[in-house]
């Protein structure tokens, strides 16, 4: 069974980090793009940041440039996420997503995605 | 910055069809995809490449596309069917964006 596992969410002050996991299996991990998709409390989907297959390549949204960073180790079949410098507009359940081809474009589809985990930033 | 514009909602009654438009500037050049979200629940690809249809959704969820619009058209809708729709594209970069979803209502 293709599956997703997010983990690591929690409650953070402003300025603070946190680091999300998300944990795969059932398919070769290696060979596929994946991303972390956020949705703030009653609002809609966010595309935050992706990966390519290997690693090599790595995208981000404007809103979390240069304070979130996005790695992958493919012999965990992990994907992480590290979020520093957090604002209370970061609050928000935070999903991986797998994209739907082997070898495809990180703006691909999102076939497969996690349960999702909660991070809130607040004092 | 780019976006897609869905309306916030759409009501239908049992059996009838439902059709959830969304219009972008870049939708002529990028595919769309649909997805569909229960509360408490991650989103579900229902649509994707404009048109195609993953393995297991069933057969009254289709899309369609014209210009700058996608359309999401679930015919034959079930209660079953209430929930959050989102379409996704790209802009210009490649970069996803997602519209900001219309809430589906059974009467």
């Known amino acids: 069974e293709v599956q997703l596992v997010e983990s690591g969410g929690g409650l953070v002050q402003p300025g603070g980090s946190l680091r999300l996991s998300c944990a795969a299996s059932?398919?070769?991990?290696?060979?596929?793009?994946m991303s972390w998709v956020r949705q703030a409390p009653g609002k809609g989907l966010e595309w935050v940041s992706a990966?390519?297959?290997?690693?090599?390549?790595?995208y981000y949204a404007d809103s979390v440039k240069g304070r979130f960073t996005i790695s992958r180790d493919n012999s965990k079949n992990t994907l992480y996420l590290q979020m520093n410098s957090l604002r209370a507009e970061d609050t928000a359940v935070y999903y991986c997503?797998?994209?739907?081809?082997?070898?495809?474009?990180?703006?691909?589809?999102?076939?497969?995605w996690g349960q999702g985990t909660m991070v809130t930033v607040s004092s | 910055s780019y976006e897609l514009t869905q309306p916030p909602s759409v009501s239908v009654s049992p059996g009838q069809t439902a059709r959830i438009t969304c219009s972008g500037d870049?939708?002529?050049?990028?595919?769309a995809y649909w997805y569909q979200q229960k509360p408490g629940q991650a989103p579900v690809l229902v649509i994707y490449?404009?048109?195609e249809r993953p393995s297991g959704i069933p057969e009254r969820f289709s899309g369609s596309s014209s210009g700058t619009t996608v359309t999401l058209t679930i015919s034959g809708v079930q209660a079953e069917d209430e929930a959050d729709y989102y379409c996704?594209?790209?802009?210009?970069?490649?970069?996803?964006?997602f519209g900001g979803g219309t809430k589906l209502t059974v009467l």
């Open positions: 997503a797998k994209g739907l081809l082997p070898y495809g474009d990180y703006s691909d589809a999102f076939d497969i």
């Open positions: 059932g398919f070769t991990f290696s060979s596929y793009a």
């Open positions: 990966i390519s297959g290997s690693g090599g390549s790595t």
């Open positions: 870049a939708l002529p050049k990028q595919y």
């Open positions: 490449k404009d048109s």
């Open positions: 996704q594209s790209a802009d210009s970069s490649g970069t996803p964006v």
